[in-house]
């Protein structure tokens, strides 16, 4: 579907508009780590390094955006308060950012927000109404809000001091690592990406690659880049949330256009395998939107000659339920979960026999389920619905040939 209402001339924030803002958002946003990725490094051929917005203050990078955006209001404007609405981070850096300038904050947050992102938000002050099941109903309840009682919206991307405050973060990788040559960042509405590649485009002394990453799910960047303007898309549900829109913002899509020198999509099961891979080799806890980057190296989408590599890992704000499950889909995706049905005849000793060539197999048995009333099955049938540890894809093979060879016929099931 196309969006015809025109682009507007933007030039965007200039360096020293990117540098103050520096010096006012670092009241209270982290200087946040950047951590070599061996690991990473050998799958790309070259150096890699991950700056840690997941250990960011509110669990993201947010708060630099929101803090900035409403440090700038006017006295008339705080005295009205703001409002916003989220399903989790922009909710958090908002919330976070109008205490710390004694500011009234009310946040419209969905009906299904997870409950440590609820209970956050509320922590740092912010009165919350929940209202709607999907994000586009709590905008429209922010918005008629702001209309009604004089409080002023803050968008979550589409405005230049939140495109300024972003922005920051180019600075900070400039300095933290001088010589890089190509810059990994999540896109959602674009605020992120926007500001940090106007910085560095402005800042930065040897040309620098951009690449922006996002869900395939929800992905409305390469169809407006094609077009030429901002499209909107239907999205389908996805675990990366948190990038999950379905119109660039007007303002952050002229500066992509301009700076971002490509963008990639990468599907859920990619991303699941990369948050795997953060916990395990780099020991980080990092939210689906915030892994994208990750993501697309590990399946391949970026690949080439990049030379020194900086990938945005943009939060970590995960509910440990969320993580439980998307833990299983990337052990799954990684072939280290494996779930078999198998149909046995329905006699004493099957479940043991089978046991018993998984163990051979050097499997281990995580959870059976064992039924007389699938559908298909004989009277005289049952069927095995077996999980299993492995070790990756030969292993998960292996396992899957002994069964056969056994003269079982195994059906691989999802995780």
């Keep these: 579907m196309r969006d015809t209402q025109p682009v507007p ?68 404007e705080r005295l ?46 912010a009165e919350v109404i929940l209202q709607g099941h999907t994000v586009d109903e709590p905008l429209r309840a922010a918005a008629e809000y702001a209309e009604k009682t004089g409080a002023v919206l803050i968008p979550p991307f589409d405005h230049p001091d939140v495109i300024t405050g972003q922005g920051t973060l180019g600075l900070e990788i400039l300095e933290d ?4 040559d190509t810059i990994v960042v999540p896109i959602g509405g674009g605020g992120l990406i926007a500001g940090i590649a106007s910085a560095i485009k402005q800042k930065a002394e040897r040309p620098v690659r951009i690449i922006g990453v996002q869900a395939e799910n929800a992905a409305p960047y390469p169809p407006s880049i094609a077009r030429g303007e901002p499209v909107v898309i239907e999205i389908a549900p996805t675990i990366a949330d948190g990038i999950a829109v379905s119109r660039p913002g ?36 990092v939210e689906p939107a915030g892994a994208v980057g990750v993501a697309a190296i590990l399946s391949g ?20 339920l969320m993580m439980e499950r998307v833990i299983s ?19 004493p000793g099957q479940l043991a026999v089978i046991s018993r060539l998984i163990a051979d197999a050097n499997a281990n048995v995580v959870e059976v389920l064992h039924t007389r009333h699938g559908k298909g099955l004989q009277i005289s049938e049952v069927e095995l619905e077996v999980s299993v540890e492995t070790r990756g894809h030969d292993h998960a093979t292996l396992v899957v040939e002994t069964l056969r060879k056994a003269g079982y016929s195994p059906r691989i099931a999802g995780p």
């Design 9 to 76: 001339v933007y030039a965007g924030p200039g360096l020293t508009d990117f540098e103050r803002a520096r010096t006012v958002v670092s009241a209270v946003a982290q200087h946040t780590p950047m951590e070599d990725s061996h690991f990473l490094g050998d799958v790309l051929g070259s150096r890699v390094h991950l700056k840690c917005e997941n250990l960011q203050r509110t669990g993201s990078y947010k708060i630099r955006g929101a803090y900035y955006r409403l440090s700038r209001l006017s006295e008339d």
């Design 80 to 125: 009205r308060g703001v409002v916003a609405a989220s399903a989790g981070n922009h909710a958090q850096g908002v919330a976070l950012a109008a205490r710390e300038l004694g500011i009234r904050a009310t946040i419209f947050m969905p009906l299904g927000v997870p409950l440590p992102k609820l209970q956050a938000t509320r922590s740092y002050g």
């Design 177 to 180: 690592v001088p010589d890089v």
């Design 250 to 285: 007007i303002l952050n899509f002229e500066i992509i256009r301009d700076t971002v020198d490509s963008v990639v999509t990468v599907s859920d099961d990619e991303t699941a395998q990369a948050l795997v891979v953060l916990l395990e080799r780099a020991k980080l806890v």
């Design 301 to 320: 989408k970026i690949a080439g000659n990049l030379g020194t590599t900086v990938v945005l890992l943009s939060g970590g704000n995960i509910d440990p």
């Design 329 to 347: 889909r990337g052990l799954a995706a990684s072939d280290r979960y494996l779930t078999l049905r198998i149909g046995l005849p329905d006699r």
